[in-house]
Nanobody, 127 residues
Framework: QVQLVESGGGLVQTGGSLRVSCAAS????????MGWFRQAPGKEREFVAH????????YYADSVKGRFTISRDGAKNTVYLQMNSLKPEDTAVYYC????????????????????WGQGTQVTVSS
């Protein structure tokens, strides 16, 4: 199991930027692909972005493509989500998650593809 803790959420105006982080514990972090999801009030949790365990492959939801960037730092056991050109509809609790299985080359985007989750961090975009 990988333990995950998100940070960096907050309040930002429309068009602004924010970077959320996810710190992972456990020496096997580097072996797992990582994803970001978000959940707005009254809505289901939705996929945002995924990065492969080796860091070379990324995958984004259409709604954030070109605005958000996922990255990872193996030395810091941390995955990031840089969010630019934020919109009110980006308001949600953002969760990071680790692939259910290590060394997977697939670009995962379903909730069931992930086995470990953080507690979430709130991002609010004001209009």
């Amino acid at each position: 199991q990988v333990q995950l803790v998100e940070s960096g959420g907050g309040l930002v105006q429309t068009g602004g930027s924010l970077r959320v982080s996810c710190a992972a514990s456990g020496r096997t972090f580097r072996n797992y692909g990582m994803g970001w999801f978000r959940q707005a009030p009254g809505k289901e949790r939705e996929f945002v972005a995924h990065i492969s365990w080796y860091g070379a492959r990324t995958y984004y939801a259409d709604s954030v493509k070109g605005r958000f960037t996922i990255s990872r730092d193996g030395a810091k056991n941390t995955v990031y989500l840089q969010m630019n050109s934020l919109k009110p509809e980006d308001t949600a609790v953002y969760y990071c998650a680790a692939d259910r299985f290590p060394y997977s080359s697939a670009s995962h985007h379903e909730v069931t593809d992930f086995g470990s989750w953080g507690q979430g961090t709130q991002v609010t975009v004001s209009s």
